[in-house]
């Protein structure tokens, strides 16, 4: 079965209607229309200008080096770097991407999976085309493997961008891997930090630390995707390396960026106890035992579509080695009403926050403190003023 963007009930769509999709959205949030400013509102296939790109050297002539990822591609006149949307037009390298997002639409909060951000709210999300990883069980593989001029694209700018999220409390870049398109997203992010309207993206978390450093002094919250603890999974199923995930995670708390993590658990590949307990260890040690750690169902897609889905047993067992770690908020996903979708204080164990799917219960807490024993709960529990 041909696999795509999802909409909020977690539906496969067209990217017509994944992008479309975001006006209903905003009309079943009570929020005003439209999502696209009407300047912008005509999709157009293979819309991209050129912009500078930054990070990058010339290390001769013609050839230029892409410093902005691990994989540091030497790029050829004429050529693109891994991720297909990166240049190098005479010697100068540029990004196709800024500004033409091929999918825009307003997400629960949750849907990111941020659970400690703002619950209930909406975040205006969007995305370009193409991406630095090639994983073969991407859900969004229609967009993340695509290259600019093969998707429908708008013509919307940061200043844009940002006008048409006020109705939103933040922005969430999102659906591939945003630090591909990362001079248009340090520009929305500088205007939406100006403008008081959160930053929050969910990664990959595959770039270098230098334009990392830059890009989280304008962020407030990533959720970053720990597809497994084995080096050989990434060389494997991702097309990448587990090391340097792992420096942006410790990069991201150095930076105080609020951080939640999420691990696809994906049978016969990355469900073994002991990498997952390795794993834990890791997240209590580095970052800390209240990093929120959301473990998801896997679902046959793109290459992957003849592997069975995760049993709930194998999720439930992660989220037992996870909490016999030391970790106080271990979620599980893609399995709504479960009970591992609330949120329990780490210090008395009760429930402060219900939920079920993308829909939010009740919440008991008073100014990010637990509303039974008064405990602070990390997390960004107020709106940017």
Request: glycine share 8%; net charge positive.
């Amino acid at each position: 079965m041909k696999s795509g963007p999802r909409d909020l009930m977690g539906r496969q769509c067209s990217r017509r209607a994944f992008v479309q999709g975001g006006a209903c959205a905003l009309a079943l949030l009570g929020l005003p229309l439209p999502l696209i400013p009407a300047a912008a509102q005509e999709l157009r296939t293979g819309y991209c200008v050129p912009h500078p790109a930054l990070y990058y050297e010339t290390i001769a002539k013609g050839l230029i080096e892409c410093r902005l990822c691990p994989r540091k591609c030497e790029v050829q006149d004429g050529e693109r770097g891994d991720c297909g949307v990166r240049e190098n037009r005479g010697g100068k390298y540029f990004t196709l991407v800024y500004g033409n997002p091929c999918a825009v639409h307003v997400d629960p909060i949750e849907k990111k999976p941020l659970f400690h951000v703002l619950p209930g709210t909406p975040s205006y999300s969007l995305a370009t085309a193409g991406c630095n990883f090639h994983c073969k069980f991407c859900q969004n593989w229609e967009i993340s493997q695509a290259r600019p001029e093969k998707t429908l694209n708008y013509n919307l700018p940061p200043e844009q961008v940002v006008a048409a999220a006020r109705a939103c409390l933040s922005i969430a870049y999102t659906y591939v891997e945003p630090l591909i398109f990362y001079e248009y997203m340090l520009d929305t992010a500088r205007l939406a930090r100006k403008a008081g309207i959160l930053n929050v993206c969910h990664s990959a978390g595959y770039v270098n630390t230098e334009p990392l450093q830059k890009l989280a002094a304008f962020l407030d919250a990533a959720c970053i995707d720990l597809k497994s603890f084995d080096p050989q999974f990434y060389r494997d199923l991702v097309g990448g390396e587990l090391a340097p995930v792992l420096r942006t995670l410790q990069t991201l708390r150095k930076q105080g960026v609020h951080l939640e993590i999420v691990n696809l658990v994906i049978p016969t590949h990355n469900d073994q106890p002991q990498i997952i307990g390795k794993m834990c260890a890791w997240i209590r040690d580095e970052l800390g035992p209240l990093t929120p750690l959301h473990f998801s169902r896997f679902y046959p897609l793109y290459k992957m579509q003849s592997l069975y889905p995760t049993p709930v047993s194998t999720l439930e067992q992660a989220r037992e080695i996870a909490l016999k770690a030391g970790l106080k908020y271990v979620y599980l996903g893609n399995i709504p009403g479960n009970p591992a979708e609330n949120t329990f204080c780490h210090h008395c164990g009760k429930e402060i926050i219900a939920r079920r799917g993308y829909q939010i219960g009740e919440v008991r807490m008073k100014d990010g403190n637990c509303g039974y024993c008064g405990t602070k709960i990390p997390g960004i529990w107020k709106q940017k003023t």
